[in-house]
């Protein structure tokens, strides 16, 4: 069974910083692509960054030099280190796997809320 299971989330205040995991199981994760897609209240899915099986990595300019993708194959794991988290990044944060972001290969997501 294929399967995605975030976690990290939490509140931080605006500043701060949060690393995200995505734990992967049931297929061939060094092999896939992966994403991380946010959706906040009210609004539709957003890309917000994806490494390839090559590691090579692309990132919206909402989070450019802010957020950093990694992957450890060796853990079957995908990252998502954020940096400078602004209070417009609050949202559901999710995992996907494939070339396409919005694969329906996702996990159900763990919550980031940027408050003071």
């Known amino acids: 069974e294929v399967q995605l299971v975030e976690s990290g989330g939490g509140l931080v205040q605006p500043g701060g910083s949060l690393r995200l995991s995505c734990a992967a199981s049931?297929?061939?994760?060094?092999?896939?692509?992966m994403n991380w897609v946010r959706q906040a209240p009210g609004k539709g899915p957003e890309w917000v960054s994806t490494?390839?099986?090559?590691?090579?990595?692309l990132s919206a300019n909402s989070v450019k030099g802010r957020f950093i993708i990694s992957r450890d194959n060796a853990k079957n794991t995908l990252y998502l280190q954020m940096n400078r988290l602004e209070p417009e990044d609050t949202a559901l944060y999710y995992c996907?796997?494939?070339?396409?972001?919005?694969?329906?290969?996702r996990g159900q997501g763990t919550q980031v809320t940027v408050s003071s």
């Open positions: 996907t796997a494939g070339p396409n972001w919005g694969s329906p290969i």
């Open positions: 049931g297929f061939t994760f060094r092999r896939s692509d």
């Open positions: 490494i390839d099986s090559g590691g090579r990595t």
